[in-house]
């Protein structure tokens, strides 16, 4: 079976100070990976895509990163918060052309 | 951009009774999902459609790609259906990485 974990399940952080979230999914092979982010009131948004090991696509521009180091690891990551960073970070992880799954997520609050 | 317009943001129902929620879609898309937010807000999977409907137990989905809409329908509604329901579609221009576009949500009270 399929396992998706998300690191830390949740932080609390100043203003300038680096982040760094991990995803990590077990049991599946090459899958598509994803970051979501939802602002407290906000819409669900997709932020980045990777489709293989170093290779990742930005769909939202937030002053954030994504990078995939390994085929079952995700990370998402800036060298300096805003207080508009703040809000609920998933992963999600898919197979080419089939449905999508969430991790537990990640609550960050940037004070 | 694509956009997704979930109505109604907020449903009250009576046990035993029933309702449904819809997702209209501003662009052709390739497959919608339907969730619901558990206590911590991830997602729980409900529904995966590219076509036509789906049932499983009191709740069943239709998807109509050319119409531009989704449904959920839920029957018989029971007091642990209450919480927030999203529809998600992904449009049909990049299979490799699919774009979920979200709906606002639907709050779901059931009361007894």
């Known amino acids: 079976a399929q396992t998706i974990h998300q690191w830390p399940v949740a932080e609390i952080k100043a203003v300038g100070s680096p982040l760094s979230l991990g995803c990590t999914i077990k049991g599946k092979s090459s899958p598509n990976l994803y970051w979501y982010w939802q602002a407290t009131g906000g819409t669900l948004q997709q932020l980045f895509y990777?489709?293989?090991?170093?290779?990742v696509e930005s769909v939202v521009q937030l002053n954030l990163s994504a990078s995939r180091p390994k085929d079952d690891q995700f990370i998402l990551s800036t060298e300096k918060l805003l207080l508009s960073h703040s809000g609920f970070y998933l992963c999600?992880?898919?197979?080419?052309?089939?449905?999508?799954?969430f991790g537990p997520g990640t609550r960050l609050t940037v004070l | 951009g694509d956009q997704v317009e979930q109505s109604p943001s907020a449903l009250s129902l009576h046990e035993g009774t029933g309702s449904a929620l819809r997702c209209n879609f501003t662009?052709?898309?390739?497959?919608v999902q339907w969730f619901r937010k558990n206590s911590r807000g991830s997602l729980i999977n409900l529904f995966y459609l590219a076509s036509g409907t789906k049932e499983n137990g009191r709740l069943k989905s239709a998807f109509d790609s050319k119409e531009r809409y989704s449904t959920l329908h839920i029957r018989d509604a029971q007091l642990e259906d209450s919480g927030t329901y999203f529809c998600?579609?992904?449009?049909?221009?990049?299979?490799?990485?699919?774009?979920?576009?979200f709906g606002g949500g639907t709050r779901l009270t059931v009361r007894p």
């Open positions: 990777s489709i293989t090991v170093g290779q």
């Open positions: 999600a992880w898919s197979l080419v052309g089939y449905e999508q799954y």
């Open positions: 662009t052709t898309m390739r497959a």
């Open positions: 998600a579609a992904e449009a049909g221009n990049n299979n490799a990485g699919a774009k979920l576009t």
